[in-house]
C-alpha cells in the first residue's frame, strides 16, 4: 500500500506543479486585459479559454497517469492479499478524482469570462 501512496502523491504533484506553472499566468493575463479592455475583451476570452482547456488536458493527463500507476499498484497487492481489494480500489478512485479537479477549475475559469 505504500506503492499505492507514493504515486498518489507523484499525481498530485504534477498536477499542482502544472496548475502553478501554466494555469496561474494564463489566468493573470487574462484578467489584466480584460482590466484594460473595461469589459471581457475578446482577448481575454481566448486566454480564458486556453487556461480551462490546459485545465482540463493536464488534470486529464496527470489522472489517466495515476490511475495507471495506482491501478497496477492496487492490482499486486490484491494479487497477493485479496482481503485489501476494498482498499486499493478506494486509492484508485481518489486517482480519478484529480481529473475532476480539473474540471471543476475549468469551470471557474469559464464562469469568469
Known sequence: MRRVQTWMKLAGVTVFAAAV???????????????????????????????????V???TIAGGIAVGMVGSAAMGVVGERPEAAP???????????????????????LSKI
Not at 499566468?25 to 481575454?44: I, N
Not at 484508485?92 to 479537479?101: R, S
Open 21 to 55: 506553472i501554466v494555469l496561474v499566468p494564463l489566468v493573470l493575463f487574462a484578467q489584466q486585459t480584460a482590466a484594460r479592455a473595461g469589459t471581457t475583451s475578446p482577448e481575454a476570452m481566448k486566454w480564458g479559454f486556453i487556461a480551462a482547456a490546459v485545465s
Open 57 to 59: 488536458g493536464f488534470s
Open 87 to 109: 482498499r486499493a480500489l478506494i486509492f484508485v478512485g481518489l486517482a480519478e478524482g484529480i481529473a475532476i479537479y480539473g474540471l471543476i477549475v475549468s469551470v471557474m475559469i
